[in-house]
């Protein structure tokens, strides 16, 4: 089968850094995506993974292992404006699909 | 303005009506998604198109159905909406050879 975890909630302050876990099981891999929603919005694209590692992009990192199954992305120097949905995606192999993850909503605390 | 469009934004209606919710795009994009949002459920696809002659069945298609009128605009239909069908539903379009999808803004839909 295709599955997606990520934590429902997380809290954390305003100026920490938080990682928000994402554990997969899916028939081939083509990526792993992680996309931002505010309530009531659209999702907005954060960050794409294929290969193992770490990818950096001004205050968000995401990584990956493919072998576990696993990403994570990371926020650092948190801002109110970050509490948000936080949405894990994979697109299996040979589609140009999403198999979404359920979010996990962060509310920033200041 | 918005490269991605969706009308309407909030629509109520009667279990038994027929509804389309349409989806509009300015990106030149060909590739065209419908999901549907519930709370606990995340995003589910419910159909998508990679050009204007492929329509796919995504997840969850029993009870909808789609049209690819032109390359820009993609419309989503509810021949005998029932109260399950209560969720925000949201348009999506990728460029063919890219994994990101750009999101409409979403259509609250309502069905009493």
């Known amino acids: 089968g295709q599955n997606i975890d990520q934590p429902t909630e997380m809290t954390a302050t305003e100026g920490a850094i938080v990682q928000i876990n994402c554990t997969y099981q899916?028939?081939?891999?083509?990526?792993l995506f992680w996309y931002q929603q505010h309530a009531g919005e659209a999702p907005t694209f954060l960050s794409y993974n294929v290969l193992d590692g770490l990818e950096e992009k001004g205050r968000f990192s995401s990584f990956l292992s493919r072998s576990k199954g696993y990403s994570y992305l990371l926020l650092k120097e948190l801002q109110m404006k970050d509490s948000a949905s936080y949405l894990c995606a994979v697109s299996p192999s040979g589609t140009y699909k999403y198999i979404f993850g359920t979010g996990t909503r962060l509310k920033v605390l200041a | 303005d918005a490269d991605v469009t969706q009308t309407p934004r909030n629509r109520i209606t009667k279990t038994g009506k027929r509804i389309m919710l349409e989806c509009s795009q300015t990106k030149g994009h060909d590739r065209m998604y419908w999901y549907r949002q519930d709370p606990g459920l995340g995003l589910r696809l419910i159909y998508y198109?990679?050009?204007?002659?492929?329509?796919n069945k995504g997840e969850i298609s029993d009870g909808y159905s789609v049209s690819r009128q032109a390359q820009a605009k993609f419309s989503l239909s509810l021949e005998s909406a029932i109260p399950n069908q209560t969720a925000l539903y949201f348009c999506?379009?990728?460029?063919?050879?890219?994994?990101?999808?750009?999101f409409g803004p979403g259509t609250r839909l309502t069905v009493t």
């Open positions: 198109s990679f050009d204007v002659k492929d329509i």
């Open positions: 999506a379009t990728s460029v063919q050879g890219s994994y990101e999808q750009y």
């Open positions: 899916t028939s081939g891999f083509n990526g």
